[in-house]
């Protein structure tokens, strides 16, 4: 072990032994950013950067399962990239079913997706059905990996799937105004039944969410790092759950 390594390894040490553990999110979502820049700096392809992004999720889930995570939401695939010509998307998309069958057979972690499944190639769109459907009973981490994500899609599709509902069981529209609050609108949203994220990481240096879970992330607290997603470490990891900690959160104001 060089002197670097060691030196790191006993900084990671100190921090994990600081992080109260009544002070451990439940829930972390993760905008994975900066592959392609860390491509054009490693002078590699796009898809190379986004195969080293994809090598560094099982990292993070491991990670988080040593503090106590019970929520990962892992944003994989925007909406927007959607309209990336096909020679960068296509090899993306492989990526991404590679990365979620991977996780699947792991047998650690339940994989839920979360995102607009109608806008995706059939393909892929099976595949993440596929490895919910075999990871539904394992107890460990639940990985939310958003693909085709889109906050103001998910709140739309929320909005549509709570009305459909009340459709179905006669409800007219004034007898919704009289009774809608934001909870019915919760109860339809991709991650119902979770907890909201508690802390939202993002890397590359962005300080901004994209429209990254924009309902439930109403009191996250943010966290921006300088890496690019290839080069997150553990200690990065660490100092943003030591960030959090040290944080008084303020609900609503």
Not at 73 to 83: A, C, E
Not at 139 to 153: H, L, S
């Amino acid at each position: 072990m060089g002197l670097s390594s060691f030196v790191y390894g006993a900084y990671e040490r100190r921090i994990a032994a600081s992080l109260p553990a009544d002070r451990i999110p439940r829930h972390v979502g993760v905008i994975l950013d900066g592959n392609r820049r860390w491509a054009r700096g490693s002078g590699t392809t796009p898809a190379g950067g986004h195969r080293a992004g994809a090598d560094k999720i099982a990292e993070l889930l491991e990670w988080c399962e040593e503090v106590g995570v019970e929520v990962v939401t892992l944003w994989l695939l925007s909406t927007d990239n959607l309209s990336r010509p096909a020679t960068e998307l296509e090899p993306l998309l492989e990526i991404i079913e590679a990365t979620v069958t991977e996780l699947a057979a792991a047998g650690r972690w339940r994989v839920h997706p979360v995102g607009a499944l109608d806008l995706l190639p059939d393909g892929t769109a099976a595949i993440l059905k596929d490895a919910a459907d075999r990871t539904r009973d394992i107890a460990g981490i639940t990985v939310n990996v958003a693909v085709g994500y889109g906050g103001r899609r998910e709140i739309a599709d929320a909005v549509r799937s709570m009305l459909q509902e009340q459709a179905g069981r006669g409800t007219s529209i004034e007898e919704l105004a009289e009774v809608l609050d934001v909870e019915h609108i919760a109860e339809h949203l991709y991650t119902r039944g979770q907890p909201d994220p508690d802390l939202v990481i993002r890397t590359s240096g962005e300080q901004r969410l994209s429209g990254f879970l924009l309902w439930q992330s109403a009191h996250s607290e943010f966290y921006f790092c300088e890496a690019y997603w290839p080069d997150f470490r553990r200690v990065d990891f660490l100092r943003a759950l030591r960030a959090y900690a040290a944080r008084s959160r303020r609900y609503g104001s």
